[in-house]
């Protein structure tokens, strides 16, 4: 049986696959290149004691799937004869066969020289392995080879690093993609390759048995992956069925346990390098940073005073909480030996705490650079879950969200992070910390995340021995913790209904205060399109309006960040005015107010190819106000006279922008509208669509069709998504009634799915 046909008869067996199959190819391969090498040597009669060849890469390692590449080296004494004649019969097969091939014609010393000059080569070779020819050749490659690395690892490591850096900023984290590339994120198998070459310099401890496991199961869903298509990268609509080949109930479980065992890998490779960057001191001195907590040898360890809690087990939560706040406040690692002894310790359960314990919590999560750090190290030991169980739900738990940059578990650290930067903004920055840490604990459970975690917030508060009035505040910031962000984007907070609404739920100045600062931190911590300078102050004005009603103060009539009188208009009436902002510009465009205004507008922005991220509209005395932030989808911003004449032009009717945006509509069966009448003043309608050019203008002109005004809105892009809010009036300036609500919901469904209402 050739190697072609056995990789056809696994690429149709189920039921090969993981280790068996790759021992199988490893030994079909192995059996076919030594076939060509035999017979490339006997075809030319050179001598067979002066070559060998040698695998390097997936092969090398025993580790190829049924559409690995072959990285071969041709090996040879520097007297041998005929060596490319050699190389030619192997090479010319395999290119007929189709498979891809990287190969050399080396001499040792040759191998050598190159290895010293790059670090991909010798990280290569380090893994090269002899399929078949002259054993001792092959033997002294690999001897010489790891003895240069041991030699020259010092200089060449630096090299390394920024290699490793340069590819994490490319591929980004394993452990966070929803498409993660199992070779090349960090955390992934490229990354098991570096882990075994640190280890070869004898520079560093690197341990093996968890990372291991992981690198096994990373290639088992490589070999599976394989079996389907070429390429590393785990794609959304490959993941169910890749999960069902592997015995996972569903793609969540899948990613999930990719993200665990890339964040393994990761943990032991970022060690690694903290070791070998760590600074060697003259002497190796046990300084106290804590009571019963020491540092030695760069490491968080425990004093010999505590050893006895350490055997006992006696007091040993509140002493593990001790090393692990010692480490975050001076951003230091704490020995993983220690992490695996206080693993094994069966007290490990935090069921009991006292103020010592919770004082201990609050000082990791409120240590700033040392918090992250240290969780992942305490979180790689499942130490947070012996302590917090509701923790371990979390762990890794994939967000299918494209707003989302992290799994629950980082988005709740970020939060914290990002909590750190606010605490100064509040009175009860520890209620901030527990809340930013906590807001999302209920995700992955059934129900509503924001009413299953305001639950599991008060028994782990109530656990931790808060007082009543703290649980309460952070049982009320968990389930409300969507409630300010959703008012502030999505209401008009002139409404005095929706600020009585806003301060009926949080009940005192103080939550709103904390929720301010918790809805940041987490907007922050999600993903770039909530990052918005736009967005944020929207929740800050919301907030400080019901600060003032819960104060006894009447909230002032909102004056907007852009009114008519700030800039001159021309001799028609209408103000244009744009500046440039750090990713795109600023548009404040007034007029007098009527139907079709901001249809009008919008048209002419996606005419010319401007994308809408954001925009506000608002009242003035005179005119309709109207702040866009738009970005050019190619080059800079247009003639500004141009976009001014072609609004006019839009508004008067001599420019046919339907016409001239036809085939731009596209049917969207993911659309929704909701029409709520928030109070006796306020309707508002909200669309949901996949962001488009000229979505805004379709929405706009469906609602101007049933001669309804757009009183204000609230326009934002997240992610893929568009979300857009308006408020709108009839034409006797009340709020729609029934009838004409419906036809509003009907008109925007017709013309963004026309073939679904």
Request: contains cysteine.
């Amino acid at each position: 049986m050739t190697f072609f046909s056995v990789r056809e008869s696994l690429a149709n067996q189920p039921g090969v696959h993981g280790e068996e199959q790759r021992k199988v190819l490893t030994q079909s391969l192995d059996t076919w290149l030594g076939q060509l090498l035999a017979a490339s040597v006997a075809e030319i009669r050179a001598n067979p004691s002066e070559f060998a060849l040698i695998a390097v890469g997936s092969l090398g390692r025993g580790e190829p799937t049924v559409h690995s590449d072959l990285d071969l080296v041709l090996l040879h004494q520097p007297r041998a004869r005929h060596a490319e004649k050699v190389a030619a019969g192997i090479w010319y097969p395999i290119w007929d066969s189709g498979m891809p091939l990287d190969h050399s014609v080396r001499t040792i010393a040759q191998a050598r020289a190159m290895a010293t000059q790059d670090p991909k080569v010798v990280t290569g070779l380090l893994d090269a392995r002899l399929v078949a020819g002259d054993a001792e050749l092959g033997s002294r490659l690999h001897q010489d080879i790891h003895a240069d690395w041991r030699k020259s690892s010092a200089k060449m490591l630096p090299q390394l690093r920024e290699l490793v850096g340069e590819r994490r900023t490319r591929s980004g984290d394993l452990f966070q993609l929803l498409e993660p590339d199992l070779k090349d994120s960090y955390g992934g198998l490229r990354d098991v390759g570096i882990l075994r070459a640190l280890g070869a310099t004898w520079r560093v401890e690197i341990g093996q048995a968890d990372w291991l496991d992981s690198a096994k199961f990373l290639l088992d869903v490589r070999s599976r992956m394989h079996l389907r298509s070429r390429g590393d990268r785990l794609r959304l609509q490959d993941q169910p069925e890749i999960a069902q080949d592997l015995g996972f109930h569903n793609a969540a479980e899948l990613l999930r346990s990719i993200y665990l065992a890339g964040r393994q890998i990761a943990y032991a490779s970022d060690r690694a390098w903290s070791q070998l960057e760590r600074p060697k001191g003259k002497r190796d001195i046990r300084r106290p940073i804590a009571d019963g907590v020491v540092i030695h040898g760069g490491e968080v360890v425990l004093a010999k005073t505590s050893m006895p809690h350490l055997e006992s087990g006696h007091g040993i939560v509140d002493l593990t909480l001790s090393v692990a706040a010692a480490s975050a406040v001076a951003e230091l690692p704490i020995s993983p030996f220690l992490l695996g002894r206080l693993s094994k310790t069966d007290r490990m359960v935090a069921q009991d705490w006292n103020s010592a314990m919770r004082n201990s919590l609050l000082q990791i999560l409120g240590s700033r650079f040392g918090m992250r750090s240290t969780w992942e190290s305490l979180d790689q030991f499942h130490l947070i879950s012996r302590w917090l169980p509701e923790w371990e739900h979390v762990r890794s738990l994939p967000q299918f969200n494209s707003l989302h940059e992290f799994t629950v578990d980082r988005h709740l650290v970020e939060c914290v992070v990002q909590g750190q930067e606010l605490t100064r903004t509040v009175n009860r920055p520890d209620l901030l910390l527990m809340a930013c840490l906590l807001h999302d604990i209920g995700k992955g459970l059934e129900g509503d995340h924001s009413v299953v975690g305001a639950q599991m917030a008060r028994d782990i508060m109530t656990r931790m021995r808060f007082n009543d009035h703290d649980i309460r505040s952070v049982e009320l910031l968990v389930l409300h913790h969507l409630l300010l962000a959703d008012t502030a984007t999505r209401r008009d907070i002139e409404d005095p209904a929706v600020v009585d609404s806003l301060c009926g739920q949080l009940e005192s100045a103080e939550n709103i205060e904390l929720l301010l600062a918790l809805t940041l931190a987490d907007s922050r911590a999600t993903g770039p399109s909530l990052r918005s300078q736009w967005r944020e102050n929207l929740i800050a004005e919301a907030a400080q309006r019901a600060i003032q009603k819960l104060s006894g103060e009447i909230p002032a009539k909102t004056e907007p960040a852009f009114n008519g009188s700030m800039y001159s208009a021309d001799s028609e009436g209408l103000i244009f005015h744009a500046e440039n902002e750090s990713d795109g510009y600023r548009v404040v465009i007034g007029l007098p107010d009527q139907i079709g205004l901001l249809a009008a507008v919008a048209g002419v922005f996606a005419m010319h190819r401007l994308h809408v991220r954001a925009a506000d509209l608002y009242e003035d005395h005179l005119r309709a106000i109207q702040v866009w932030n738009i970005k050019p989808l190619f080059g800079d911003l247009p003639d500004v006279d141009l976009l001014r004449r072609d609004i006019k032009r839009a508004l008067s009717g001599e420019m046919d922008l339907e016409g001239k945006l036809e085939g731009t509509q596209v049917r969207d069966s993911t659309v929704v509208v909701n029409l709520s009448r928030v109070s006796d003043q306020q309707t508002v309608v909200e669309v949901r669509a996949r962001d488009r050019k000229a979505l805004l203008y379709d929405i706009s002109r469906a609602i101007s069709s049933c001669a309804l005004t757009i009183t204000g809105a609230r326009i934002s892009t997240l992610g893929l998504d568009a979300v857009d809010v308006f408020f709108i009036r009839n034409s006797q300036g009340d709020p729609p009634t029934e009838i004409e609500g419906q036809r509003a919901i009907s008109a925007i469904r017709r013309r963004l799915a026309p073939e679904i209402d």
